[in-house]
RNA sequence: GCGCCGGUAGCUCAAUUGGCAGAGCAUUUGACUCUUAAUCAACAGGUUCCGGGUUCAAGUCCCGGCCGGCGCACCA
C-alpha cells in the first residue's frame, strides 16, 4: 500500500469546534480545511458513513457522501485506527454534531493492528505497559495522565527559570555512585577499561558548579537506583535537584511549598484536589514538624536523638523492627518515625531536623550539633521531598563519608564512598548552600491522581519476555 | 528475593461439581441517504500463557516454569 510521504494539514479538531460552535443544524460554513487524525469509529450507511476522527487535540466527525466523496467506496471500508488526511467543508449535520464533510482524502497510515475493544478499551497491564501507544488510544485516562506530567514538568522548569535558577546538567557516568544511599546499576567503558555507575544522584556534581560560582541551578534529569519495583518505585525515575547559594533550609523549605502548589494550580487550576478518593490539599503553607516531636506524639513518650540508645532499641523490638549493631540513636529515631508516622501523614507536611547519623551530607543544626538542618516533605503517606543546609566544612565532610566507610565496611552495601574529588571542591570554598531534591514522578502520581508510578511514566520498567 | 491473586479469540469478558470452549466489539461479506459504542443479517476467528502429571475425560485438579497485579523486603 503506498501512501503520502506528507499532508497539508492545516486545522485541528478542538480549534474547529469551538470556531464553528455557533454553526446550526444543518448549517454549512463555506470554510474548507484539510484535517488529519485517526479513524476512532465507523459509521457506514449505504451512501453516507460517518466517522470520528482524533487528532492530538480531539474528535471531529467526518461526514462521507457517496455523491460528494472521492473513492466513497473505500472510504466506507477505512479501519478503525488507520490515520487519514481529508479535505472538505466544516459543516453540522442535521442531528448536530459539527463534521468535516469530506470531498477528498487519502489514507496516511494503515493500522494492523486494533486499539482494542472500542468502548472497554485495553485494561491488561502487561498490554499497555509494554504497548503504550496502543493503551495511549484506547485510554482516554492514559492520555491525560501522561499530559499532565508534561504540564508538570514545563511548569517546574518556568518557575525554576522565574526564580533566577539556571538549568544544568551533569554527569549520568560516575566513576563514584553518591549523593544518595542507594545500590547503583554498573557498567562498563571500553575505550576507558574502567567500571562506571549510572548515578544514584547528582547533587554532588550540582554543588561543584555552586563552589564554581554558579549561585542558583537545577537539574531535572534522570537517576537510577538498583532496588525493587513497586507502585511507588521505577529504576529510572526523574528528579528535581536544586541548590541556592545563600539560603538555609528554612528558605528552602519556603521555596518548595510555593513550588509544588503552584504546579499544582498551573496543571490543575486549584491546590484542592483527591487522590484517590480522598481529599487531598497542595495548599501552602505546611506545617513543619520536627522528626522527634512526631515520633514522641505518635510513642506517647517523649524520645530525641539523645534518648539512651537502649530505650531507643527497646522500642523498636516492639514494633518488630530489627535493629542492626551499626545503628546508633539517629538511625533508631529514624526507623521509629518510619515504623510509627511516615503512613500517617496525609496532606504535605515538612519533617525537619533529621538525625547526623542518617545525614551525611548536611549541615549541623546550628542549636544541636547530632541534629541537621534538614528537611523532607510527606504527602500521601510517602516522601516528596528532601532537603537541607549543605554540609560546607571539607574536614566534617570527610568525616561523615568515613562513618559512611565504616557502615559499609560493616555490611551497608547502601552506604557511600568517599569522593575525594568532592572533598577538594568543598576545599575551594562552598558558600552557605540549601539543597533541594523532589521526585517528579511521585509528584505526578498525585497530580494525575494516579495510584502507580508506572501509569506516569510512559515505558516503565518491565521484565523483558523470554521464551 | 518471598507471599497472595491472575493469564480463555485481535480487545473486553463468560464457561455450574472435572463432562461438546461461548458472547459482545474488531476483522470479512451483504443491506441501509443524518449516524453518535449506529442498526440488521451472515461467515470466519482457539497451542484456554508454556511444559509435565492425575483422570474414561482437564480452561477447571496437582507439580514446574514464564509474564503481570498487589503486599512484604529494599528504597525515593
Not at 94 to 111: C, D, F, H, Q, T
Not at 134 to 150: C, I, K, T
Not at 228 to 243: A, D, K, Q, V
Request: include cysteine.
Amino acid at each position: 500500500m503506498t501512501t503520502p510521504n506528507s499532508f497539508a494539514h492545516n486545522a485541528y479538531s478542538a480549534a474547529l469546534q469551538s470556531a464553528y460552535a455557533h454553526l446550526a443544524d444543518g448549517e454549512e460554513s463555506g470554510a474548507v480545511v484539510n484535517v488529519a487524525g485517526r479513524v476512532m469509529l465507523l459509521r457506514t450507511q449505504g451512501k453516507l458513513a460517518f466517522a470520528t476522527m482524533r487528532d492530538s487535540t480531539g474528535e471531529i466527525q467526518l461526514f462521507a457522501l457517496a455523491a460528494l466523496t472521492g473513492e466513497f467506496e473505500e472510504f466506507a471500508k477505512l479501519h478503525l485506527g488507520d490515520w487519514v488526511g481529508i479535505t472538505g467543508e466544516v459543516v453540522r449535520t442535521k442531528r448536530g454534531e459539527l463534521s468535516v464533510k469530506v470531498a477528498s482524502w487519502v489514507r496516511l497510515a494503515e493500522a494492523l493492528h486494533n486499539f482494542g475493544d472500542k468502548w472497554a478499551g485495553i485494561s491488561d497491564f502487561d498490554l499497555r505497559y509494554r504497548h503504550r501507544e496502543a493503551d495511549l488510544w484506547a485510554n482516554p485516562v492514559s492520555r491525560r495522565s501522561l499530559s499532565r506530567r508534561s504540564e508538570m514538568l514545563r511548569s517546574v522548569r518556568e518557575r525554576c527559570w522565574a526564580a533566577n535558577f539556571m538549568e544544568v546538567e551533569t554527569p549520568m557516568l560516575n566513576a563514584i555512585p553518591t549523593g544518595a544511599a542507594a545500590r547503583p546499576f554498573r557498567t562498563h567503558h571500553n575505550a576507558l577499561d574502567s567500571e562506571l555507575f549510572l548515578r544514584i544522584a547528582p547533587e554532588l556534581w550540582l554543588k561543584r558548579l555552586v563552589v564554581g560560582g554558579f549561585e542558583r541551578v537545577f537539574e531535572l534529569g534522570r537517576v537510577f537506583r538498583n532496588e525493587g519495583l513497586s507502585p511507588r518505585h521505577n529504576p529510572e525515575f526523574t528528579m528535581l535537584e536544586l541548590y541556592a547559594a545563600y539560603w538555609d533550609y528554612r528558605d528552602m523549605m519556603s521555596f518548595v511549598e510555593e513550588l509544588v502548589s503552584g504546579v499544582a494550580i498551573d496543571v490543575l487550576g486549584t491546590t484542592e484536589t483527591e487522590y484517590q478518593g480522598r481529599a487531598f490539599s497542595f495548599a501552602a503553607p505546611w506545617p513543619r514538624r520536627t522528626m522527634a516531636s512526631l515520633v514522641s506524639e505518635a510513642l506517647g513518650e517523649d524520645v530525641s536523638v539523645h534518648t539512651s540508645l537502649e530505650h531507643l532499641t527497646q522500642l523498636l523490638t516492639e514494633r518488630d523492627v530489627e535493629v542492626h549493631p551499626s545503628w546508633g540513636p539517629g538511625r533508631c529515631l529514624a526507623e521509629l518515625f518510619e515504623a510509627t508516622c511516615e503512613q500517617d501523614l496525609w496532606d504535605p507536611v515538612f519533617v525537619t531536623e533529621y538525625p547526623v547519623e542518617v545525614s551525611p551530607l548536611a549541615r549541623r543544626h546550628a542549636e544541636d550539633p547530632e541534629l541537621t538542618e534538614r528537611f523532607e516533605s510527606y504527602a500521601a503517606g510517602r516522601e516528596l521531598s528532601n532537603g537541607f543546609s549543605e554540609l560546607i566544612d571539607p574536614v566534617d565532610q570527610r568525616s561523615r563519608f568515613e562513618q559512611q566507610a565504616r557502615l559499609a565496611a560493616a555490611g551497608d552495601d547502601e552506604a557511600m564512598q568517599i569522593d575525594e574529588d568532592y572533598i577538594k571542591a568543598l576545599e575551594w570554598g562552598l558558600p552557605p548552600t540549601a539543597g533541594l531534591g523532589i521526585g517528579m514522578d511521585r509528584l505526578a502520581m498525585l497530580i494525575a491522581d494516579e495510584p502507580s508510578i508506572r501509569e506516569v511514566i510512559a515505558f516503565p520498567t518491565l521484565k523483558p519476555l523470554r521464551d
